[in-house]
T-cell receptor, first 115, second 114 residues
Framework: NAGVTQTPKFRVLKTGQSMTLLCAQD?????MYWYRQDPGMGLRLIHY???????AKGEVPDGYNVSRLKKQNFLLGLESAAPSQTSVYFC??????????????FGPGTRLTVL | DAKTTQPPSMDCAEGRAANLPCNHS???????VYWYRQIHSQGPQYIIH???NNETNEMASLIITEDRKSSTLILPHATLRDTAVYYC???????????????FGAGTRLAVHP
């Protein structure tokens, strides 16, 4: 199993450009998450999904959109990138709430710089 | 949401036990304590979790006080590869059909030295 993979690993954008980050998991997990991590800080939840075709806002959703068209994929979009979105982005997945706990499995991260 | 308090940094000698404390005085009865770690530039990695009993797995032990207001993560024989930021997280139980949030604080930066 590859676990959780993220594409791309690095990206540099100019202000106003758009891009999509792809997250894929092969563990048949129901839930998927997008986080951002700024220097010296913990992770903050951007958006999440509790199943195929569903998405919901997390703590810091402004400026981002997401889609979950397939169970194994979760896409994070930036329509008009801003320097404040310079960060490391992590995707994660987990089983649903029917389990007594939901360990989240994280991808390796995407380092995004917006100039 | 129950908050956690951790020291910002700790040191440990290689081969010795690393004991990482966490305070969660406002934890409620159905909230779990989770520990994750993040090795530099990598995604966080799950270590262990517990509700009220002490827990042990191949990576670590988790000791939760009887009143559940604090816990300690123990790495029994720390190695250089255990150098990382360790996050103590109280899991907020979401609504049915929702999700269980993990709220990451700043964590404890553990440095294991030779």
């Amino acid at each position: 199993n590859a676990g959780v993979t993220q594409t791309p690993k690095f990206r540099v954008l100019k202000t106003g450009q758009s891009m999509t980050l792809l997250c894929a998991q092969d563990m048949n997990h129901e839930y998927m998450y997008w986080y951002r991590q700024d220097p010296g800080m913990g992770l903050r939840l951007i958006h999440y999904s509790v199943g195929e075709g569903t998405t919901a806002k997390g703590e810091v959703p402004d400026g981002y959109n997401v889609s979950r068209l397939k169970k194994q994929n979760f896409l994070l979009g930036l329509e008009s990138a801003a320097p404040s979105q310079t960060s490391v982005y992590f995707c994660a997945s987990s089983y649903g709430t029917t389990r007594s706990y939901n360990e989240q499995f994280f991808g390796p991260g995407t380092r995004l710089t917006v100039l | 949401d129950a908050k956690t308090t951790q020291p910002p940094s700790m040191d440990c000698a290689e081969g010795r036990a690393a004991n990482l404390p966490c305070n969660h005085s406002t934890i409620s009865g159905n909230e779990y304590v989770y520990w994750y770690r993040q090795i530099h530039s990598q995604g966080p990695q799950y270590i262990i979790h517990g509700l009220k009993n002490n827990e042990t797995n191949e990576m670590a032990s988790l000791i939760i006080t009887e009143d559940r207001k604090s816990s300690t993560l123990i790495l029994p024989h720390a190695t250089l590869r255990d150098t990382a930021v360790y996050y103590c997280i109280v899991r907020v139980v979401g609504p049915p059909g929702g999700y269980n949030k993990l709220i990451f604080g700043a964590g404890t930066r553990l440095a294991v030295h030779p």
